[in-house]
Structures are given as C-alpha cells and as structure tokens.
C-alpha cells in the first residue's frame, strides 16, 4: 500500500508539474505576444483551430492534451476543438504502439488526427444547434500595460491566476483520480478482463477508455499487437481514452468534461461497431 501511494503521489507530482509548464507556456506566448496565439487559432480559417488541436492533440504523450486543456481554459480554443483534439489524443501509449507494431501506429495516428478534425467540427455544430452551454469559466487573457514587466507577470499571471486559481485544484484531482485507479487495477484485476467474443473488447474498450488514464489502454494495445483483437477494438478504445489528458479538466469544470467524455464514447462505440461490422 505504502509503494502504491508513493507512486501516485510521484505520478501526480509529474503530471502537475508539465500542467504547470504548459499552463506558463500558453501565458507568456498569449500574454507577451499580446494575444497572436488567439489570432493563430480563432482568426482567418474556420477550420484551423481544429486542425492545430488536433494535430496538437496527435503528438505523443500526454503534452498534446495538457496543452489543449490549457488553450481552452484560456478560451482560446473551443469546446468542440477540445472535444476532437480529445479524439487524436493517444497518450503515452503512442510510445509503446510506435514500438510494437509502428506501421500501424502511424495509420492509426493520421486517423485519429482526421477524426479529431471532422469530431470538434460536428461538436461545435450540434452544441450551436442544441444550445449546449459550454466553457461557463473560460477567460481570456487580459494584456496589461505592463505584460511584459516580469514582476508583473510573477504576481498576476503565475501566482493570481495560474498557481492560485488551477494548481492545487488540478493537484487534488489528479491525486483522487490516480490513486483510485491503482487500487482498482491491483485489488479488481482491470487489466485481466477477458471474453470470447470480439465484440465484448469493443464495449469494454469504449467503456475502460472512460477512465482519465492512460495505464487501462495498454491492454488493448498488447491485445492488437497479439492478434487477439481486430483495428476497431483499438481504433475504439483510442477515440474514447486521451491519457492523463483530462485529469486537468476535471478540476476546471466538471460538466465540460463528462460532456466530452460521453461524446467520444459514443463517437468511438459507434464508428467502432460499423468498422467490426465491415470485419476490420
């Protein structure tokens, strides 16, 4: 018990610190640019946020989805661009699936990336249509006089808002999160789930992407890289998970992230049942 504290506890610490970068990151480029990254993003091509989330969100690890978190806390991304960008995101998994079967991997990574494309596309169009409230406590970022006075930014930006506002609320939730994932993992054998119809890994693959880990995936991926499952359990269980992707969000806004949750869950199950169907 003792080693599985100490390890959730280094996890979260790890995790945190890269949202605490990330999160720094987007305030000074934003801030000191004087607001070009929301130009970048919101301005010209309709299209363009969501291809530069997604494409974000397609790097591996889990620094795609950090950032993009950060982007739409900031409002400068939204909510179906995060939505999709959730969509591309693989995680540290993308490590393991270059190793073990990267051809694969790679048309796998350009799916995701389209999909995460057309998915916050259509995100946003229904959440327009069905006047979904979303992004409830987005901000954007002021540029002061005086953003490029480091002391300012010190006292304003990294402890008024970022440390003050998102850190420990970020921290908190990670820690919960990883913690009951462990216990879960070692004590109900998660990872040990099996059955002798195919069809049963896509709704578990759908239903364990749910979880903001990136650890519950790796079975799918050893289970492809096996043979033992087709392209559409793992296709499935990549648009549902995005890693560590979403432990941030949990702590920003809770409604916004089941709402993503349930719309790449049913993204995935769906796309996922017509490519079983079709024997893929």
Known sequence: ????LLKTIQDTLQITLLVIVMMILIDIINTWSKGKISLLLQGGQKYRQYIVSSFIGTLPGCFGGFTNVSLYMHGLISFGALTGSMISVSGDEAF???????????????????????????TDFLVKKFNISTCEGC????VHKTEKNFKHFLKEHLY????????????LWTFGALLLIE?????????NFTSQYKIAFLFLGALTGLIPESGPHLFFVTLFSKGMIPFSVLLTSSIVQDGHGMLPMLSYSLKDSIKIKVINFFFGLILGLILFVFGI
């Open 1 to 4: 018990m003792t080693e599985l």
């Open 96 to 122: 393991v699936m270059l190793a073990l079967f990267p051809r694969q991997a790679l048309i796998l990574f350009a799916i995701l990336f389209v999909l995460g494309i057309i998915g916050g596309r259509v």
């Open 139 to 142: 901000e954007e970022l002021v």
């Open 160 to 171: 008024g808002h970022i440390i003050k506002k998102h850190i420990w609320k970020i921290a």
């Open 183 to 191: 216990l879960g993992v070692k004590y109900l054998n998660l990872e």
